[in-house]
């Protein structure tokens, strides 16, 4: 499979701890995307990259988040202290730097539950 | 404060019939997606338009970028149960994807 990949795709955890994600994009693909949704919303910007860069960072985004793409191909996500209002689905996607518009490839997300 | 601003919201209608799902904003974009997602999974990627005035096709799907690059139709022919999803637009500023709410529709046999 070389669509992009999401571990896990489900997280329970209790307010307080700590959770990481991570994105596998496809292998060609210079740009990952961070975006959470919610039920019945389109994913909102968290950030993105670059290759290592992290270009942009939502103005919204607590900094209980950070994300990191450490040699530019996997990223993880990182919520510290997490609170019951983090519940969502969180997307990644990659795209190849291009002309003819962006085109943004998604996982599957992780589904986190904060209890 | 929404960038893209999708209608309607909410669409059911019967196998068979035609529709229309707009994507609307003030500002330009530089391309524009669009997407259908299910429920538990991520968008899936129908098709992207570039040009100011650029139609595309595929299948029963018909996607139109507007004049100005600020707006963006689906227009679904013949509707099918399995078109039931949510569709979503997203317009291209500067290295990200900005995503309207969403248009969940549903298509019933």
């Known amino acids: 499979d070389t669509g992009v990949s999401q571990n896990p795709r489900h997280k329970i955890t209790k307010r307080g701890q700590n959770v990481t994600f991570r994105c596998d994009p496809i292998?060609?693909?210079?740009?990952l995307y961070w975006y959470r949704q919610t039920l019945g919303q389109g994913p909102e910007f968290l950030t993105y990259?670059?290759?290592?860069?992290?270009?942009?960072k939502s103005r919204l985004l607590s900094d209980r988040f950070s994300a990191e793409r450490p040699k530019g191909s996997f990223s993880t996500l990182e919520i510290q202290r997490t609170e019951q209002g983090d519940s969502a689905m969180y997307l990644c996607?990659?795209?190849?730097?291009?002309?003819?518009?962006?085109?943004?490839?998604f996982g599957q997300g992780t589904r986190l539950t904060v209890v | 404060t929404q960038l893209l601003e999708q209608s309607p919201q909410f669409l059911s209608i019967q196998e068979g019939e035609n529709l229309t799902v707009y994507c609307n904003s003030s500002?330009?974009?530089?391309?524009l997606q669009w997407y259908r997602q299910e429920p538990g999974e991520g968008p899936v990627l129908l098709v992207t338009?570039?040009?100011?005035?650029e139609v595309k096709k595929l299948k029963r799907l018909t996607f139109q970028f507007g004049d100005a690059r600020k707006d963006s139709s689906l227009h679904i022919t013949a509707a099918q149960p399995g078109d039931t999803g949510l569709y979503l637009c997203?317009?291209?500023?500067?290295?990200?994807?900005?995503f309207g709410q969403g248009t969940e529709l549903s298509v019933k046999p």
């Open positions: 996607a990659s795209s190849r730097l291009r002309t003819g518009g962006t085109e943004a490839f």
């Open positions: 292998s060609e693909h210079n740009r």
């Open positions: 990259f670059q290759n290592e860069a992290q270009l942009e």
């Open positions: 500002s330009v974009f530089s391309s």
């Open positions: 338009v570039v040009t100011g005035g």
């Open positions: 997203a317009g291209a500023q500067g290295g990200k994807l900005i």
